[in-house]
């Protein structure tokens, strides 16, 4: 589809209600919910996307932090009629667009699945990070530096994504579910494992209608390791917001 930004590569599959949205992780394709978009459309419709600068899509034109990403997304949507409320189901990076959709928009977000999500406070781990990490993130860092479309890639603007977060106090009274791999990554210190994990049980805190599931046998992606935690927990979603 053809944006005022550029063009974007989308998929819509399913024809019921409520629309979902599927928000993917860093630079992540649409290929990522491979294993479960089948299953939610079957009683739903359901929207995914290449943001700019993954696979079919244009490469960014301006900086892409937060505010543009989720405007941008507003207007995908609005081109291809899918009408809000939806359930919105961020994965990752992917998680504070979810997060800041719903404060932007607060009466077009029915629910939130955060799956494996960023949380704000996420940006202060790097605190933690060994200087072999932090060494190899700077070469990856360098060799974007040199490709002018990769200086405008969303994970150069994740600190100014966060702002936009903070500035906004209010977040809609909805359902939120937050899904959390169980497997340990041996690449994450313990230190920083132990406050990431509690970072994503503060999401819960998003709202009084909130629940945390473990996908015990997954990583960073239980949406390919367990996809069925993942489809019964937006099923879940879709049962609250029926119920409300």
């Known amino acids: 589809m053809e944006t005022s930004r550029g063009k974007l590569q989308y998929n819509i599959s399913g024809n019921g209600k409520p629309n979902i949205v599927l928000i993917n992780g860093g630079s992540g394709p649409i290929e990522g919910w491979m294993k479960i978009i089948q299953k939610i459309s079957e009683s739903s419709s359901v929207f995914s996307y290449n943001r700019f600068g993954v ?8 900086p892409q932090d ?5 405007r941008t997304l507003r207007e995908a949507l609005t081109i291809a009629g899918f009408e809000p409320p939806f359930i919105l ?4 990076l992917g998680g504070l667009y979810a997060n800041l959709y719903a404060r932007l928009y607060p009466n077009e977000a029915a629910g939130i699945v955060f799956l494996e999500s960023s ?19 700077k070469v990856f860092t360098m060799f974007d530096s040199l490709s002018s479309h990769k200086q405008l890639n969303e994970v150069n603007f994740v600190k100014e994504t966060v702002n936009q977060i903070y500035q906004l106090d209010d977040f809609p009274e909805i359902p939120v ?14 230190e920083v494992r132990k406050k990431r994990l509690e970072n994503q049980l503060e999401l819960l805190s998003l709202s009084r209608n909130s629940k ?12 390919l390791s367990e996809p069925m935690v993942v489809i019964d927990t937006i099923r879940d979603c879709i049962k609250q917001i029926n119920n409300l």
């Open 212 to 223: 945390h599931i473990v996908a015990e046998n997954s990583g960073h992606f239980p949406q």
């Open 89 to 92: 189901v961020g994965h990752s």
């Open 55 to 62: 696979t079919g899509s244009d490469k960014p034109k301006e």
């Open 177 to 190: 579910y937050v899904i959390t791999g169980g497997q340990e990554n041996r690449m994450m210190p313990e």
């Open 119 to 137: 949380h704000p406070r996420d940006l202060s781990l790097n605190e933690y990070q060994g200087r072999t990490i932090k060494a190899i993130n």
């Open 66 to 70: 937060g505010l543009t990403i989720v």
